[in-house]
């Protein structure tokens, strides 16, 4: 069985090696590199691999300007995991199956932010499907489900790690009778169907005006990537991890309660704990050393949101 595979972040990577361990992976498909660090672009998580691995690698800006360089290698199937760009007909076409390993139990969440929006909204569980690609977006059959729990302290850095081993494990029970066609998939529910957007910056700003729940899943759900934020007396500061605190105090929320050997901030019905956080010109830290002679907070300042 020859392979085409597309991905872009870490939660690509262990599905991409499972496959390297037993099929042959004649190309690799990423996003072009979008981040610098010391004026050298740094590899998305799959093109360090495949390079690691020593496969064949494309990075285009539109996938359908390689379409007839795909078309050459007349390879059987195309696995997609979190690739990021949108997959036009004239290459699904070109291949006997095609699959995606999908991080929501469809037809909750179809795209591009299902795990960051389940951890948003509450949800306990959340999984993965493995589903056929169809024109229209994470529509499918679905070939199998596995589901897991999230709970209140997950974040989406967590769930996306857990989420990746889970869908490897299944896309590796169910590829080879996918392409023998043993298995056929189940038409998704149309009328269950839920969307998960991907994030817009604005998403990104923590509205104390909540409860603490809504407050710590929404922290939550951008950690570790982009992070939570906090503009505060012209600073923008990120949180990564925080807990919820009873309080009963009629403090507005946004309200700065302590920062004695922790930061709590009130909420709309009580307050959280803020555990990780990184402010300008410095890395991420734990609030513990943000607190030794940090000058930007103060008691009973508000954070407005």
């Not at 991905?7 to 090696?17: S, Y």
């Not at 036009?88 to 076409?93: F, H, Q, T, V």
């Not at 050997?261 to 513990?288: F, N, R, S, Y």
Request: charged residues 25%.
């Amino acid at each position: 069985m020859k392979i085409v595979f597309m991905g872009t972040p870490d939660f690509a990577v262990p599905i991409l090696e499972a496959l390297h361990e037993k099929y042959e992976i004649v190309l690799v498909i990423s996003q072009p590199n979008r981040l610098k660090k010391k004026g050298v672009w740094i590899d998305t998580p799959v093109a360090h691999k495949a390079k690691e691995l020593k496969l064949s690698l494309l990075q285009p800006e539109k996938v359908s300007d390689i379409s007839d360089m795909i078309y050459q290698l007349k390879a059987d199937v195309l696995v997609t995991a979190a690739y990021g760009q949108y997959v036009p007909s004239k290459i699904l076409n070109q291949f006997k199956k095609t699959l995606n390993v999908h991080g929501s139990l469809l037809p909750k969440y179809r795209g591009g932010a299902p795990i960051q929006r389940a951890i948003k909204n509450k949800e306990y569980q959340t999984g993965v499907t493995i589903i056929e690609m169809a024109k229209k977006l994470d529509s499918g059959v679905m070939y199998a489900k596995r589901a897991c729990d999230i709970s209140d302290t997950d974040t989406s850095t967590m769930v996306f790690e857990r989420l990746s081993f889970l869908g490897r494990d299944l896309l590796l029970e169910v590829i080879e009778d996918v392409y023998h066609e043993k298995n056929k998939g189940v038409v998704q529910n149309e009328r269950e169907v839920t969307y998960a957007p991907n994030l817009e910056p604005e998403e990104e700003y923590v509205d104390f005006n909540r409860s603490s729940l809504e407050v710590v899943r929404h922290i939550h759900s951008l950690a570790d990537e982009p992070g939570a934020t906090i503009i505060f007396k012209e600073n923008r500061i990120k949180v990564y991890k925080a807990s919820i605190v009873s309080d009963c105090s009629d403090y507005l929320p946004g309200t700065i309660l302590s920062l004695k050997k922790q930061i709590l901030i009130k909420t709309l019905d009580g307050a959280v704990q803020i555990h990780e956080l990184l402010v300008p010109g410095k890395k991420k830290m734990k609030t513990i050393d943000f607190l030794n002679g940090q000058k930007i907070f103060h008691e009973f300042d508000v954070i407005s949101s």
